[in-house]
T-cell receptor, first 110, second 111 residues
Framework: GQQLNQSPQSMFIQEGEDVSMNCTSSSIFNTWLWYKQEPGEGPVLLIALYKAGELTSNGRLTAQFGITRKDSFLNISASIPSDVGIYFCAGYYNTDKLIFGTGTRLQVFP | DGGITQSPKYLFRKEGQNVTLSCEQNLNHDAMYWYRQDPGQGLRLIYYSQIVNDFQKGDIAEGYSVSREKKESFPLTVTSAQKNPTAFYLC??????????FGQGTRLTVV
């Protein structure tokens, strides 16, 4: 099936550093969603993007909907220990099918 | 409180048995989804439903079955035909293909 490629696969950073991750697809998407998942829990929605070029912030998080509609980016500024988790991108493909990226595992060291 | 409720949180199954995972939502969302997550992996789509009495196979539907008799409910049955059912199962609901919200998940273990 359709896949979303997410990179990097994992990141180990020091508290206070900025983080960038991205998600790419071979197909055009109409909506991009970014989620955070903590161990043993369901993913929690962070940011939703609906238009090509759109830039949306949620606190220290900023996400962008790529101009080509085939990619999206998530940035976290001034990371803190509670940012630890797995970040997933997701998108609506072929109108109704919601598919997910492979995830970026983030570790933050004090 | 509005939200999505999955039950049970932990489930143990003997080999050869069918088990049903519950997913209920009171958000009045039309669409519901089931995903499977293996350790260290992403979410893979099992089945999804846009309206009552209709559903579509996702990427890994073999060995699973669903029903959508009510808008609020989308139960998933893991059948004995699923050869490797041990996993974390997540249910989500969505409205108008804009956002999707998840339940807390059910961890299924075959013993």
């Amino acid at each position: 099936g359709q896949q979303l490629n997410q990179s990097p696969q994992s990141m180990f950073i020091q508290e206070g550093e900025d983080v960038s991750m991205n998600c790419t697809s071979s197909s055009i998407f109409n909506t991009w969603l970014w989620y955070k998942q903590e161990p043993g829990e369901g993913p929690v929605l962070l940011i939703a993007l609906y238009k090509a070029g759109e830039l949306t912030s949620n606190g220290r998080l900023t996400a962008q909907f790529g101009i080509t509609r085939k990619d999206s980016f998530l940035n976290i500024s001034a990371s803190i220990p509670s940012d630890v988790g797995i970040y997933f991108c997701a998108g609506y493909y072929n109108t109704d099918k919601l598919i997910f990226g492979t995830g970026t595992r983030l570790q933050v060291f004090p | 409180d509005g939200g999505i409720t999955q039950s049970p949180k932990y489930l143990f199954r003997k080999e050869g048995q069918n088990v049903t995972l519950s997913c209920e939502q009171n958000l009045n969302h039309d669409a519901m989804y089931w995903y499977r997550q293996d350790p260290g992996q992403g979410l893979r789509l099992i089945y999804y439903s846009q309206i009552v009495n209709d559903f579509q196979k996702g990427d890994i539907a073999e060995g699973y079955s669903v029903s959508r008799e009510k808008k609020e409910s989308f139960p998933l049955t893991v059948t004995s035909a699923q050869k490797n059912p041990t996993a974390f199962y997540l249910c989500a609901s969505s409205i108008d293909r804009t956002t999707a919200f998840f339940g807390q998940g059910t961890r299924l273990t075959v013993v």
